[in-house]
T-cell receptor, first 112, second 114 residues
Framework: QQQVKQSPQSLIVQKGGISIINCAYENTAFDYFPWYQQFPGKGPALLIAIRPDVSEKKEGRFTISFNKSAKQFSLHIMDSQPGDSATYFCAASSTGTYKYIFGTGTRLKVLA | SAVISQKPSRDICQRGTSLTIQCQVDSQVTMMFWYRQQPGQSLTLIATANQGSEATYESGFVIDKFPISRPNLTFSTLTVSNMSPEDSSIYLC???????????FGQGTRLTVV
C-alpha cells in the first residue's frame, strides 16, 4: 500500500514532442505528489508538485495531471528538449509525515 | 530553498572498513533523511534523523550497520559499517523544510566497496 508505481521505465522522444510519465498509488492518505528530475551524478531536484485539491498544475513546459478517483498522476513535458534528458521520479507523501515514497524512475532521452 | 553539501562525493573502500558521510545544510531543518540509490534504481529510505533523538530506521536497515548522528539542526552523518561489495551504491542526504514542502537533496556520495 506504500508503493508508488511508475511507468514507463524508459522513454525516447523526438525533440519538440510530448513526454508523458505516469504514476499510480494506493494509499489514500497521500496528499502531496512531487516530481523530481535527476541528472547523472547529481541529486534529485524538485521539478513540480501538486496537491489533490487541484486536477492540474502547469509550470512552463511541465504539467502535472492528477486524477484523485483513479489514484493516478502524470507528468507531461511539452516541447521536449535534449536538455530534458534525465531520470524522472514521482513521489508521494502525506501530511503528518515527512517521508517520501518514490516511484521506480523513468529514464527519458530526447533526441535532437 | 536549502542547499545541501555532502562529503565525500565518492570513495572506493576496502571491504570490512567503515565510511562516514557528512551532510551539511545551509539552513536549519527539522528532519533529515538518508537514502540509498542503487545505480539506475529508485531511492530507498534508510532512516530519518531528528536532532536530539535516535534515528528512525526503515525495514531492512539497522543501526549497527548504518549508525546516524544528528548533533544539530544543520548537520548529520551516516556511517556505513563493516562494508561489503553489496553496500556499493549512491547514498543521498535529504532535508525537509516542513510538512508537505519540498525535500532537498545533496549531490550524493558514490560508494564503491572492493
Amino acid at each position: 500500500q506504500q508503493q508508488v508505481k511508475q511507468s514507463p521505465q524508459s522513454l525516447i522522444v523526438q525533440k519538440g514532442g510530448i513526454s508523458i510519465i505516469n504514476c499510480a498509488y494506493e494509499n489514500t492518505a497521500f496528499d502531496y505528489f512531487p516530481w523530481y528530475q535527476q541528472f547523472p551524478g547529481k541529486g534529485p531536484a524538485l521539478l513540480i508538485a501538486i496537491r489533490p485539491d487541484v486536477s492540474e498544475k502547469k509550470e512552463g513546459r511541465f504539467t502535472i495531471s492528477f486524477n484523485k478517483s483513479a489514484k493516478q498522476f502524470s507528468l507531461h513535458i511539452m516541447d521536449s528538449q535534449p536538455g530534458d534528458s534525465a531520470t524522472y521520479f514521482c513521489a508521494a507523501s502525506s501530511t503528518g509525515t515527512y517521508k517520501y515514497i518514490f516511484g521506480t524512475g523513468t529514464r527519458l532521452k530526447v533526441l535532437a | 530553498s536549502a542547499v545541501i553539501s555532502q562529503k565525500p562525493s565518492r570513495d572506493i573502500c576496502q571491504r570490512g572498513t567503515s565510511l562516514t558521510i557528512q551532510c551539511q545544510v545551509d539552513s536549519q531543518v527539522t528532519m533529515m533523511f538518508w537514502y540509498r540509490q542503487q545505480p539506475g534504481q529508485s531511492l530507498t529510505l534508510i532512516a530519518t534523523a531528528n536532532q536530539g533523538s535516535e534515528a528512525t530506521y526503515e525495514s531492512g536497515f539497522v543501526i549497527d550497520k548504518f549508525p546516524i548522528s544528528r548533533p544539530n539542526l544543520t548537520f548529520s552523518t551516516l556511517t556505513v559499517s563493516n562494508m561489503s561489495p553489496e553496500d556499493s551504491s549512491i547514498y543521498l542526504c535529504s532535508a525537509d523544510g516542513g510538512i508537505g514542502t519540498e525535500a532537498f537533496f545533496g549531490q550524493g556520495t558514490r560508494l564503491t566497496v572492493v
